[in-house]
């Protein structure tokens, strides 16, 4: 099976909807509550792309297998060489090693744009995204503990740092 990169296209957004969407409702990768809607996941996606983020695609045999994305870490302009990713793979295809592609896409990326860091912002459940973010070098940098809730409990954020050279 062939992984193919690309950037995101219009025609990519439901299929990226609904990979959101199956996170919203099954897991802590998302610590929203309520479903997207179309419309709001194409605004979401157009934005990073208007402020000159990129949001990129893993497509396999013609189907949207991830897709991998970054933009403003927080809002203050001394942070404008940090920048916050996400990365999700649709079930089907999770074991792939799509998850990988993506990621080290997005890392050569952020070095070409001449960012300095990387957040990743993962639930403390989330223990092999944690793992998979330290074999890229990213390294704990803080837990913020009962900062979300979802399911009937209260969850921690654990901050991962990647310092690009």
């Known amino acids: 099976m062939e992984i193919k990169l690309r950037p995101y296209q ?6 990226i909807l609904d990979i959101i969407n199956y996170n919203i409702l099954n897991s802590t990768a998302l610590y929203d509550y309520n479903i997207r809607s179309y419309e709001q996941q194409k ?9 000159g983020f990129p949001v990129i695609v893993a497509e396999c045999d013609g189907k949207v297998a991830g897709f991998g994305m970054y933009s403003e870490f927080r809002f203050r302009e001394a942070y404008k060489f940090t920048v916050e990713h996400s990365v999700y793979v649709d079930n089907d295809y999770h074991g792939m090693g799509i998850g990988k592609i993506l990621l080290a896409e997005l890392i050569q990326i952020a070095k070409k744009q001449n960012l300095h860091t990387m957040i990743a912002v993962i639930d403390a459940e989330n223990q ?4 998979f973010h330290e074999k890229f070098g ?4 803080g837990i913020i503990k ?6 009937d409990r209260w969850l921690h954020s654990v901050f991962m740092q990647l310092i690009l050279e």
């Open 10 to 15: 219009t025609g990519d957004t439901q299929a």
């Open 43 to 51: 605004a979401i996606l157009e934005e990073k792309i208007n402020k």
């Open 128 to 131: 092999s995204s944690i793992h």
């Open 138 to 141: 990213f390294e704990t940098v």
């Open 146 to 151: 009962e900062s979300g809730y979802k399911f």
